[in-house]
């Protein structure tokens, strides 16, 4: 299974990005498929995932603004990111949990907010 990330660039404050995920390999389902990130000196913590089944998950501190979703025909996992803070700023990660819960992740693409 191999991801690949795109969509991260430089934006300012109040302003907007779409991340994608593209999903490629061989597996016929997956459990579910997120985006991480990891600001400067800051551990990797989750930001948003959606399941196969198209329930959501969001840490509290993109709630409102993020929001995920996913195009199983293509298997690719999107990120829309409004309402940018500095403080958003990150290498931003997607994974894909198998049903077997093995994981994977995609290279990373960094996402620089200024103020």
């Known amino acids: 299974v191999q991801l690949q990330a795109s969509g991260g660039g430089l934006v300012q404050a109040g302003g907007s990005l779409r991340l994608s995920c593209d999903a490629s390999?061989?597996?016929?389902?997956?459990?579910?498929m997120g985006w991480y990130r990891q600001g400067p000196g800051k551990e990797r913590e989750l930001v948003a995932a959606?399941?196969?089944?198209?329930?959501?998950n969001f840490a509290d501190s993109v709630k409102g603004r993020f929001t995920i979703s996913r195009d199983s025909a293509k298997r690719t996992v999107y990120l829309q990111m409004n309402a940018l803070k500095p403080e958003d700023t990150a290498v931003y990660y997607c994974?894909?949990?198998?049903?077997?819960?093995?994981?994977?992740w995609g290279q990373g693409t960094l996402v620089t907010v200024s103020s």
């Open positions: 390999g061989r597996f016929l389902r997956f459990r579910s």
């Open positions: 959606i399941t196969s089944g198209g329930d959501t």
């Open positions: 994974n894909i949990e198998m049903p077997n819960s093995s994981l994977y």
